[in-house]
């Protein structure tokens, strides 16, 4: 069995994005194995499915075959809604109504089946260059709907900071992609698990971080791709952790996320240890559930895979 602390670091952890590099599926293929993996043996791990706003209509399209799905008897409860997070293009005013459509064609009780499959866009994202654009969103906001917002790698993440503190929302950080430039040094991490914990800011990240250590991986699944130092997720999520229930500094933190020995961690029921150093699971469970929220990932099954290659799962 795999430990109590291993499953609270996953539980939700990863929003699927397998539209983007360096997967790129189209949209049919990618809501098949997000279905598959919702159904799978570690549903648990999966979270929202990402979709970019300009691409609403054809996931609602595709989606209709998996939607559609019922229980075998009305006496059953209708099922959870699929959960979608949505990345905003420009006019965030139009594409909040747009939204508010799309979740009230897809609710429960709208379409020809009792027992049907809805779909809800709760969660949306967008880039942000100043922290006006940040205040100027909020104002538009409805309060089902949970941002998260894209702050550039290069920013003064303080005043960032600053801007979301209060909000109860939350920022987001671009660690990786198919270039070597897209991967931010471990010190800009660091520096911005520290800003956000600081300022009681929670936070998700995106891109390159489909594997749990850090090392060097292939940039693309293409044959021949050329490899780059990526950085991993259990390094950054439990870093998060240590910083918000340890009192990590700045130079233990870019230590964590820059270890590449897998036997540095290590897994039980009454938590996870970093070169012997305890972060108990409830801990654990708190750094995920107010904190260091999720991940955006192109692959579902290479996270799982590698977990149960280093015995972290069976």
Not at 67 to 94: E, H, M, T, Y
Not at 202 to 221: E, Q, W
Not at 263 to 269: E, H, Q, V
């Amino acid at each position: 069995m795999a430990s109590t602390s291993i499953h609270a670091l996953l539980h939700g952890l990863i929003d699927y994005a397998g539209l983007f590099p360096p997967a790129s599926l189209p949209m049919n293929k990618a809501l098949e194995t997000f279905s598959l993996h919702a159904a799978g043996n570690n549903q648990e791990a999966l979270a929202r499915f990402i979709v970019p706003m300009k691409r609403l209509g054809e996931w609602s399209t595709c989606a209709k075959a998996y939607l559609a799905k019922q229980p075998p008897s009305d006496d059953q409860p209708a099922p959870d809604a699929l959960r979608l997070s949505v990345l905003i293009d420009d006019n965030l005013a139009v594409e909040l109504d747009e939204i508010e459509d799309f979740n009230r064609a897809h609710e429960i009780g709208s379409g020809k089946h009792k027992h049907a499959h809805s779909a809800e866009i709760d969660t949306i994202e967008l880039k942000v260059q100043t922290t006006d654009i940040i205040d100027e969103a909020i104002e538009l906001l409805p309060e089902e709907l949970y941002p998260f917002f894209e702050i550039p790698a290069d920013a003064d993440f303080r005043g960032f900071a600053a801007a979301l503190a209060g909000t109860g929302f939350g920022a987001k950080l671009r660690t990786g992609g198919v270039r070597p430039e897209q991967f931010p040094a471990s010190e800009v991490v660091a520096e911005f698990i520290m800003a956000m914990h600081a300022a009681e800011v929670p936070f998700k990240a995106t891109a390159g971080l489909h594997h749990p250590i850090r090392a060097s991986y292939p940039l693309t699944y293409e044959v021949g791709s050329a490899c780059w130092t990526m950085h991993g997720f259990a390094n950054l999520f439990l870093a998060a952790g240590y910083v918000r229930h340890a009192r990590f500094d700045a130079k233990m933190t870019v230590a964590m996320l820059n270890e590449t020995d897998p036997l540095a961690f290590k897994f039980s029921d009454a938590g996870a240890t970093y070169k012997g150093r305890l972060l108990t699971t409830d801990q654990i469970r708190d750094t995920r559930e107010n904190f260091a929220i999720c991940f955006g990932s192109c692959s579902f099954d290479e996270p799982l895979a590698e977990c149960q290659k280093l015995g972290w799962l069976k």
